[in-house]
């Protein structure tokens, strides 16, 4: 019997199926010759940890049931299992015993292992640094430990493909980190790392530098010609095992150059489309690969899968190569540059091209690979002849937009080209007349960038949150929603990495459709593990309407956060929007918050009515001036809004028409800036003092003054409602007679925009006589000062409201009106107001009044403050202000 249970035991395994790795999927058991599954009924995270330690496949992270990775075929050997988590194989745990259940394979159970291996920080899954898990903790592998076969158990253990690069000696990601202590001595033949034989590092101490692996999909390409491999044939990719042969859609002599060179037969002498087409039924691939000629394998080109057409009958890739090793040096595409050319390659290299920055290789920053150091082009004469060239070059299309003042940030090492001129009709850009390689007068600052009309982008569209929304790629220059079919996990996956957002996703289908009209561009994207990007899974074709407005995808990626904001989160479309480089806080460069970083506003179609939304938006007024052309100096990084047409009303900056955020044809002295009414000012501009005989001069300051009054002149004009001549009449009247009700004195307002302070010795400090004990003076019927006339004065009927019956002045006014010529002389501005305030209350009682005419200061026009403040948006309230003022004091100087 013990023998019969050995037996047993060594015919029992254990594996998981349909996961997109050896460490997650259904679980299945091989019990007496034939593989069945594993009920999922009280399933739970011990089962789990069991499967997985059994595996060598490190934790376990979740316990899936209910056929998550779909249903099984054959027995149900266990059911209802009662794992402690610490058994060492699954069959081991408490269960109904083998073959009993009361399931359907509906409920087989699964897991998702942490696994023992996996590859971090190199963009995906299937690049990184390694790393091996240690009872739950992940712990980084040495560089001593990695041989390239062992490199290949890891591509396979991660279902990544081959392994195609293996570089040591690098920094780890945490300095600080514990390093595994063994070494790793696999044979390259072995199902996982965790089976391959360890040894502990040399002297119990390994290397502190860490070992980077790439894997690819693609793990071998052969030319195929009568069944057999040559240096001549159609063009066949290996891709997990399987042979398939190539489109020709976009194949050039470039990739052709790449796949004989690392066949080792030569150089590419032609590319004959279908000439070697084989009838085999099988699917042909449309990856589409971007080579400059100069790579070692042809995984290392950039590739483009999603919306590739469909390949047509026949249209294979082919490559007849030379089948001369020795001739290398030497390809047909080898981009040499013709005689004469003024920017002519004398290092007997190839230069290369490449786009960076953009978020794509159709956009970003102009790079050039010229003996053998990667360097920028200058803006200067850059446009869209340029442009056209480099796109052509990269198989990018035809440009749609030229960049310039590094609008895809500033680049490093050398700047190669300045004063490019091309036709447009160039091959390559090094052909195109130039400066010179090196020959610049330019700074990183102005690097030039383009953007191609294949250029591809991707974006989550939501009101309120960041990592979370509806789908949307750009694609044909126009922004389109995604559909959500099949979009499985991996895909997801890569989505949500792409956009920083974490390293898995989900689908929400409780969301409402959206309204509104939008292409829906692409359907059927289907990742693999090791495509870093959405632009490498494959899909159905680019089509406008690839789906029904029901069909878009809404995903929410494990990175979800709100909107982002400059500060801690929430924040409020007013903490995304500041001034810089004014005297104030109300005044400068207009600069938005955006995609994580601070940019500015480019000045065309900028108008008082786009700064009057700006000023609101801040909380700083009404908008005085809209300034153009880096009046606040240029501002730096991106330019984010351009073409921003306001109504003037809107709530935010947001909410007005612009173009798509970060394009536009602009530089930063083209920045828009800003002037606000508010007065939060930081720093106040000297204002130039201007000497006038007296006892006093400030006209300047007196100016500022009456600009902080300007509600004392809202509060006046609020309570004249007629401009009529003033009319006086009334009699003298002994003391303590009444008349009856006469019109109202009110004051007309001529140009003067300074009050100069009184002539010296007529000053007396009213406010130390003895008011309610002084005569109080009737109204003349005339004016007896020279300045008075008729246009000073106008009746108001049926305006008692300010004077007494009998147009006098009570002891209170008076008061009023010397204490704010006292306190505008001390530049008290609150105490003014209070006093101002008082000026409006009506006559009361009947005590005379001795007005002081030493209270109004004589009023003189200075024409260098007038023309000083002509263009100031207080000009009018200034006026109205100081002829206020002025018209008082000249109404007393007439009931002298």
Same mark, same amino acid.
């Given at each position: 019997?013990?023998?019969?249970?050995?037996?047993?035991?060594?015919?029992?395994?254990?594996?998981?199926?349909?996961?997109?790795?050896?460490?997650?999927?259904?679980?299945?058991?091989?019990?007496?010759?034939?593989?069945?599954?594993?009920?999922?009924?009280?399933?739970?995270?011990?089962?789990?940890?069991?499967?997985?330690?059994?595996?060598?496949?490190?934790?376990?992270?979740?316990?899936?049931?209910?056929?998550?990775?779909?249903?099984?075929?054959?027995?149900?050997?266990?059911?209802?299992?009662?794992?402690?988590?610490?058994?060492?194989?699954?069959?081991?745990?408490?269960?109904?015993?083998?073959?009993?259940?009361?399931?359907?394979?509906?409920?087989?159970?699964?897991?998702?292992?942490?696994?023992?291996?996996?590859?971090?920080?190199?963009?995906?899954?299937?690049?990184?640094?390694?790393?091996?898990?240690?009872?739950?903790?992940?712990?980084?592998?040495?560089?001593?430990?990695?041989?390239?076969?062992?490199?290949?158990?890891?591509?396979?253990?991660?279902?990544?493909?081959?392994?195609?690069?293996?570089?040591?000696?690098?920094?780890?990601?945490?300095?600080?980190?514990?390093?595994?202590?063994?070494?790793?001595?696999?044979?390259?033949?072995?199902?996982?790392?965790?089976?391959?034989?360890?040894?502990?590092?040399?002297?119990?101490?390994?290397?502190?530098?860490?070992?980077?692996?790439?894997?690819?999909?693609?793990?071998?390409?052969?030319?195929?010609?009568?069944?057999?491999?040559?240096?001549?044939?159609?063009?066949?990719?290996?891709?997990?095992?399987?042979?398939?042969?190539?489109?020709?859609?976009?194949?050039?002599?470039?990739?052709?150059? $790449? =796949? /004989?060179? #690392? !066949? +080792? *037969?030569?150089? @590419?002498?032609?590319?004959?489309?279908? &000439?070697?087409?084989? %009838?085999?039924?099988?699917?042909?691939?449309?990856?589409?690969?971007?080579?400059?000629?100069?790579?070692?394998?042809?995984?290392?080109?950039?590739?483009?899968?999603?919306?590739?057409?469909?390949?047509?009958?026949?249209?294979?890739?082919?490559?007849?190569?030379?089948?001369?090793?020795?001739?290398?040096?030497?390809?047909?595409?080898?981009?040499?540059?013709?005689?004469?050319?003024?920017?002519?390659?004398?290092?007997?290299?190839?230069?290369?091209?490449?786009?960076?920055?953009?978020?794509?290789?159709?956009?970003?920053?102009?790079?050039?690979?010229?003996?053998?150091?990667?360097?920028?082009?200058?803006?200067?004469?850059?446009?869209?002849?340029?442009?056209? $060239? =480099? /796109?052509? #070059? !990269? +198989? *990018?299309?035809? @440009?749609?937009?030229?960049?310039?003042? &590094?609008?895809?940030? %500033?680049?490093?090492?050398?700047?190669?080209?300045?004063?490019?001129?091309?036709?447009?009709?160039?091959?390559?850009?090094?052909?195109?007349?130039?400066?010179?390689?090196?020959?610049?007068?330019?700074?990183?600052?102005?690097?030039?960038?383009?953007?191609?009309?294949?250029?591809?982008?991707?974006?989550?569209?939501?009101?309120?949150?960041?990592?979370?929304?509806?789908?949307?790629?750009?694609?044909?220059?126009?922004?389109?929603?995604?559909?959500?079919?099949?979009?499985?996990?991996?895909?997801?996956?890569?989505?949500?990495?792409?956009?920083?957002?974490?390293?898995?996703?989900?689908?929400?289908?409780?969301?409402?459709?959206?309204?509104?009209?939008?292409?829906?561009?692409?359907?059927?994207?289907? *990742?693999?593990?090791?495509?870093?990007?959405?632009?490498?899974?494959?899909?159905?074709?680019?089509?406008?309407?690839?789906?029904?407005?029901?069909?878009?995808?809404?995903?929410?990626?494990?990175?979800?956060?709100?909107?982002?904001?400059?500060?801690?989160?929430?924040?409020?479309?007013?903490?995304?929007?500041?001034?810089?480089?004014?005297?104030?806080?109300?005044?400068?460069?207009?600069?938005?918050?955006?995609?994580?970083?601070?940019?500015?506003?480019?000045?065309?179609?900028?108008?008082?009515?786009?700064?009057?939304?700006?000023?609101?938006?801040?909380?700083?007024?009404?908008?005085?001036?809209?300034?153009?052309?880096?009046?606040?100096?240029?501002?730096?990084?991106?330019?984010?809004?351009?073409?921003?047409?306001?109504?003037?009303?809107?709530?935010?900056?947001?909410?007005?028409?612009?173009?798509?955020?970060?394009?536009?044809?602009?530089?930063?002295?083209?920045?828009?800036?800003?002037?606000?009414?508010?007065?939060?000012?930081?720093?106040?501009?000297?204002?130039?003092?201007?000497?006038?005989?007296?006892?006093?001069?400030?006209?300047?300051?007196?100016?500022?003054?009456?600009?902080?009054?300007?509600?004392?002149?809202?509060?006046?004009?609020?309570?004249?409602?007629?401009?009529?001549?003033?009319?006086?009449?009334?009699?003298?009247?002994?003391?303590?007679?009444?008349?009856?009700?006469?019109?109202?004195?009110?004051?007309?307002?001529?140009?003067?925009?300074?009050?100069?302070?009184?002539?010296?010795?007529?000053?007396?400090?009213?406010?130390?006589?003895?008011?309610?004990?002084?005569?109080?003076?009737?109204?003349?019927?005339?004016?007896?000062?020279?300045?008075?006339?008729?246009?000073?004065?106008?009746?108001?009927?049926?305006?008692?409201?300010?004077?007494?019956?009998?147009?006098?002045?009570?002891?209170?006014?008076?008061?009023?009106?010397?204490?704010?010529?006292?306190?505008?002389?001390?530049?008290?501005?609150?105490?003014?107001?209070?006093?101002?305030?008082?000026?409006?209350?009506?006559?009361?009682?009947?005590?005379?009044?001795?007005?002081?005419?030493?209270?109004?200061?004589?009023?003189?026009?200075?024409?260098?403050?007038?023309?000083?403040?002509?263009?100031?948006?207080?000009?009018?309230?200034?006026?109205?202000?100081?002829?206020?003022?002025?018209?008082?004091?000249?109404?007393?100087?007439?009931?002298?």
């Amino acid at each position: 019997l013990k023998d019969q249970e050995i037996l047993l035991i060594l015919c029992l395994n254990l594996r998981l199926m349909e996961g997109n790795s050896r460490c997650s999927g259904r679980v299945e058991i091989l019990y007496r010759g034939t593989w069945g599954t594993v009920c999922g009924y009280n399933w739970d995270w011990k089962d789990a940890q069991v499967v997985c330690r059994q595996l060598g496949c490190g934790v376990a992270l979740e316990a899936m049931y209910a056929a998550h990775f779909g249903k099984g075929t054959g027995p149900i050997w266990l059911d209802n299992l009662g794992c402690t988590g610490y058994e060492s194989h699954v069959w081991k745990c408490s269960s109904r015993g083998w073959g009993k259940h009361y399931c359907t394979h509906w409920n087989d159970a699964g897991v998702i292992c942490s696994g023992f291996v996996h590859l971090i920080g190199g963009g995906g899954p299937c690049s990184g640094q390694v790393e091996v898990n240690s009872e739950g903790h992940w712990t980084p592998v040495s560089s001593g430990n990695i041989t390239l076969p062992t490199a290949q158990v890891i591509c396979v253990d991660l279902g990544c493909g081959k392994a195609v690069s293996v570089l040591g000696d690098v920094a780890f990601r945490d300095a600080e980190s514990q390093v595994w202590a063994e070494e790793f001595q696999c044979e390259g033949d072995e199902p996982g790392l965790w089976f391959c034989p360890r040894v502990s590092c040399p002297g119990g101490h390994c290397r502190n530098r860490a070992v980077q692996v790439v894997c690819s999909g693609y793990t071998d390409v052969r030319l195929l010609k009568n069944g057999t491999s040559h240096c001549e044939g159609q063009v066949e990719v290996n891709i997990s095992g399987d042979w398939t042969a190539l489109c020709a859609s976009h194949w050039s002599m470039a990739n052709a150059n $790449v =796949v /004989c060179h #690392q !066949l +080792g *037969c030569g150089v @590419a002498i032609s590319t004959p489309k279908g &000439a070697y087409f084989v %009838e085999r039924g099988d699917k042909i691939l449309k990856d589409q690969f971007h080579c400059s000629g100069t790579e070692s394998f042809l995984w290392n080109c950039p590739v483009t899968a999603l919306g590739n057409p469909d390949c047509a009958h026949g249209n294979t890739a082919s490559v007849i190569c030379s089948g001369n090793q020795t001739q290398l040096s030497r390809r047909p595409d080898a981009l040499s540059d013709p005689v004469g050319s003024k920017a002519a390659n004398h290092s007997g290299e190839s230069p290369q091209l490449r786009l960076v920055g953009g978020g794509s290789r159709c956009a970003g920053r102009v790079e050039i690979l010229h003996q053998g150091a990667w360097g920028t082009v200058c803006d200067d004469d850059w446009d869209l002849s340029d442009a056209h $060239v =480099v /796109c052509r #070059q !990269l +198989g *990018c299309g035809v @440009a749609v937009q030229v960049t310039a003042s &590094a609008h895809f940030g %500033e680049g490093s090492g050398l700047i190669w080209l300045d004063n490019v001129n091309c036709t447009g009709n160039e091959s390559h850009v090094w052909k195109c007349p130039s400066g010179g390689w090196g020959r610049h007068n330019c700074r990183h600052k102005e690097d030039a960038g383009v953007v191609c009309s294949e250029f591809l982008a991707l974006r989550l569209v939501s009101e309120e949150q960041e990592c979370a929304g509806w789908l949307e790629v750009l694609y044909n220059h126009t922004w389109g929603s995604v559909c959500r079919s099949p979009m499985e996990a991996v895909t997801l996956s890569v989505i949500c990495r792409q956009l920083g957002c974490g390293n898995s996703g989900t689908l929400d289908y409780s969301v409402a459709a959206r309204e509104g009209s939008r292409p829906q561009w692409v359907d059927g994207i289907q *990742c693999r593990r090791t495509d870093t990007s959405l632009w490498q899974c494959p899909s159905d074709p680019w089509k406008r309407r690839s789906c029904s407005p029901k069909e878009e995808a809404y995903i929410t990626c494990a990175g979800m956060r709100p909107k982002s904001c400059p500060a801690a989160a929430p924040c409020t479309d007013k903490e995304k929007l500041q001034l810089r480089g004014g005297d104030s806080t109300c005044s400068g460069r207009v600069e938005v918050w955006h995609a994580g970083s601070w940019g500015t506003v480019c000045d065309d179609s900028w108008s008082l009515a786009e700064a009057e939304v700006v000023c609101q938006q801040l909380g700083c007024g009404s908008a005085l001036d809209a300034l153009s052309g880096a009046a606040f100096g240029p501002g730096n990084g991106s330019i984010w809004l351009d073409e921003v047409q306001c109504g003037g009303r809107e709530s935010s900056l947001w909410a007005c028409a612009a173009a798509p955020w970060g394009q536009s044809d602009c530089k930063h002295e083209e920045d828009a800036g800003v002037r606000c009414a508010g007065e939060r000012t930081t720093t106040v501009p000297p204002i130039p003092r201007t000497s006038v005989p007296g006892k006093f001069s400030f006209p300047g300051i007196l100016c500022i003054v009456l600009g902080a009054l300007l509600f004392l002149v809202l509060i006046v004009l609020g309570t004249q409602l007629h401009r009529r001549k003033a009319e006086h009449q009334g009699s003298l009247h002994s003391k303590g007679l009444r008349t009856s009700p006469s019109p109202s004195p009110i004051f007309l307002f001529h140009p003067s925009p300074c009050l100069f302070p009184e002539p010296p010795g007529q000053h007396v400090d009213a406010s130390r006589h003895g008011y309610d004990d002084v005569e109080e003076l009737p109204v003349p019927e005339t004016p007896s000062s020279p300045e008075m006339s008729e246009q000073h004065f106008c009746p108001e009927e049926g305006d008692e409201a300010r004077y007494s019956q009998t147009g006098k002045w009570t002891a209170r006014q008076a008061s009023a009106l010397t204490s704010l010529s006292t306190w505008l002389r001390a530049s008290d501005w609150r105490s003014a107001s209070a006093a101002a305030h008082r000026l409006q209350w009506p006559l009361e009682g009947e005590p005379t009044v001795k007005e002081d005419l030493s209270l109004c200061p004589s009023l003189t026009v200075h024409s260098a403050c007038q023309k000083k403040y002509s263009k100031n948006f207080m000009e009018n309230e200034i006026k109205r202000l100081v002829h206020f003022v002025q018209n008082l004091c000249t109404y007393m100087h007439a009931r002298s």
